[in-house]
């Protein structure tokens, strides 16, 4: 009996025990999913309210609405929660909340979710063409969009234009941008904002324009712009000046378009537009400067319907005998009349270092007009300049050595006598004269000959340390070639455009703006095709057509010719030879 005792004893214990966990095990658990809309059926530029509420304590606030995104364009979720307690049997109640726009017109399924084991029940949504819902007509609130064409090339601008519509008095509201993959998205110029009358109903409507500016080319579709915002009701429960809202949610049709890749025989830096011209502006008159002074000269590339980012490197191009100082390119973007126009501004110092009659380069941007459908060239020309000697005024300028003035003679004193003693004391007044003219130019002379001899030791300290400095430079060049070959096997393209910048600015002993520009400087046309038909690759269905080992065999042969010559140069005009 004693040990049946103690056995009934523990199971009591243990029946106990189970009973204090069970009711914090069971609050730990949802007892009840639900998952409902605020209306249905629905019209097609309609948003439905999704609302999933679960009862009891949740393992995580995040849920997955990915099987909705087939058939609806989805807004954030929102996410609350409330306690509730009646009977000192408290339940908490977590809802999350989101915004479902209908991509088309049919009947679509919310599919059944899960969460700790329990599971809602799926539903069907009908959505319905604009004008067969259940809404009254005309409606109070609708959005429209249309765009200027349908059909663009690559990174051509097009212009997209939304209205809202509204025939009641909204409290708050936002306009959501349009959408599309892969495209560069602004907005350009101020809203308009006027009436208008539609199937007798007056309308207060909100204009928007948009740029977008694909960067692929293919088929897409365009999400239209999005209206959210709270409407005033004709309910009478409201309080003194507090009106009752209701929410709005209204979107634009989307629209479809077909963007065209880069035409197969463009072989130039891709910039398609309508409009693109070049300008320059000079400090002074370029017919005639003077030798040694500096005169800047502004260069400055206008493009519609492009941002600045989509402008190429713009330079002048300079006899040997003229050094350049280029400032850093300033870029914009502006919008007018609905159209960005992009800018670049290039400013250069040039400093003749010869007399005579030179020629300034013409400069040249080719652009796709997408208008004719043709490349066209923005140019400005080419054009003579005399660099002249400094005037005489400025020679004026110059102080000339002018002679010491003589040293006062001695004077005679008054009780000199006779003119004989005049005479005497005059003559030895002029032997002893000091010349202090011809002891200056001999101080001059001297200190040219101690400028001289150190200007000899310090050319041949420089010439001493040439060759280890000619030694850093090829170090540093062959270093950034091999990278230059890794990256080009590679095919990756963004890293060899920016290695080829290094590279050449390294191999050639200066700033390289413009790829292209420098391979012309350096008459290698065969890298000029290669480099163009790489950058081509990087643009819409072009990819694979790139031929990495070209580019690397012409690369190749510009190097061995460009450090020969870097080499045979040095020898020529060393001031001392080896020994």
């Not at 439905?48 to 995104?69: F, N, R, W, Y």
Request: proline share 5%; hydrophobic share 35%.
């Amino acid at each position: 009996m004693k040990h049946n005792s103690v056995w009934y004893l523990c199971l009591v214990v243990m029946l106990f025990s189970l009973a204090l966990m069970t009711p914090y095990e069971a609050a730990a658990k949802i007892t009840d999913l639900r998952v409902s809309v605020d209306k249905n059926p629905i019209m097609i530029d309609e948003a439905v309210q999704l609302i999933i509420s679960a009862e009891g304590e949740i393992t995580s606030k995040q849920i997955d609405l990915s099987a909705l995104e087939k058939d609806f364009r989805m807004s954030s979720t929102s996410i609350s929660q409330s306690t509730r307690s009646i009977n000192f049997n408290t339940t908490k109640t977590t809802t999350w909340v989101t915004q479902l726009f209908p991509k088309k017109v049919g009947k679509f399924t919310i599919p059944s979710f899960e969460m700790d084991g329990q599971k809602s029940q799926a539903f069907n949504i009908i959505v319905t063409p604009v004008g067969n819902g259940q809404g009254a007509t005309p409606r109070d609130f609708y959005v429209t969009a249309n765009v200027d064409m349908k059909e663009v090339y690559l990174q051509q601008q097009i212009k997209y234009t939304t209205k809202l519509h509204l025939a009641k008095d909204i409290q708050r509201g936002s306009l959501q941008a349009p959408e599309l993959e892969n495209a560069i998205v602004k907005q350009v110029g101020e809203d308009k904002e006027y009436e208008d009358f539609q199937n007798g109903v007056r309308y207060r409507v909100i204009e928007r324009t948009y740029a977008i500016i694909p960067q692929a080319s293919g088929e897409y579709e365009i999400s239209g712009t999005v209206f959210s915002g709270e409407a005033v009701t004709d309910s009478r429960q409201s309080f003194g000046f507090i009106s009752r809202t209701k929410p709005i949610n209204r979107v634009a049709p989307n629209i479809k378009i077909n963007v065209l890749p880069i035409p197969n025989n463009y072989q130039d830096h891709w910039l398609p537009s309508e409009f693109v011209q070049l300008n320059e502006e000079w400090q002074q008159d370029p017919s005639s400067i003077v030798l040694g002074q500096p005169i800047t000269r502004t260069i400055t590339l206008t493009a519609a319907g492009l941002v600045e980012e989509q402008l190429p490197e713009i330079a002048g191009l300079y006899p040997p005998d003229f050094k350049t100082y280029p400032d850093q390119a300033t870029t914009s973007t502006v919008d007018k009349g609905a159209v960005l126009f992009a800018q670049k501004i290039q400013s250069e110092a040039i400093i003749p270092n010869k007399v005579g009659t030179f020629v300034v380069g013409e400069v040249v941007v080719p652009w796709f007009n997408v208008v004719t459908k043709q490349t066209e060239y923005a140019k400005l020309p080419a054009r003579s300049v005399e660099v002249l000697p400094p005037s005489e005024d400025a020679a004026s300028n110059i102080e000339v050595i002018s002679p010491v003035n003589q040293k006062p003679s001695t004077q005679i004193e008054e009780n000199s006598q006779g003119n004989n003693n005049l005479n005497l004391v005059n003559t030895n007044s002029d032997k002893f004269q000091i010349d202090w003219l011809h002891i200056s130019l001999f101080v001059l002379w001297l200190l040219s000959l101690l400028i001289f001899g150190f200007m000899i030791v310090t050319n041949k300290r420089s010439n001493n340390d040439q060759p280890n400095n000619a030694n850093v430079h090829d170090s540093d060049e062959a270093e950034l070639w091999n990278t230059l070959r890794k990256t080009i096997q590679m095919k990756n393209i963004e890293q060899t455009n920016q290695t080829l910048h290094e590279w050449l600015t390294v191999l050639i002993g200066q700033d390289v703006n413009s790829v292209n520009q420098c391979f012309t400087q350096l008459n290698a046309e065969v890298c000029v095709l290669e480099y163009n038909k790489m950058m081509k690759s990087a643009y819409g269905n072009q990819a694979g057509t790139w031929e990495s080992t070209a580019l690397l065999t012409a690369l190749s042969n510009l190097r061995e010719q460009t450090i020969q010559q870097r080499h045979e140069n040095q020898d020529k005009f060393r001031l001392y030879p080896k020994t």
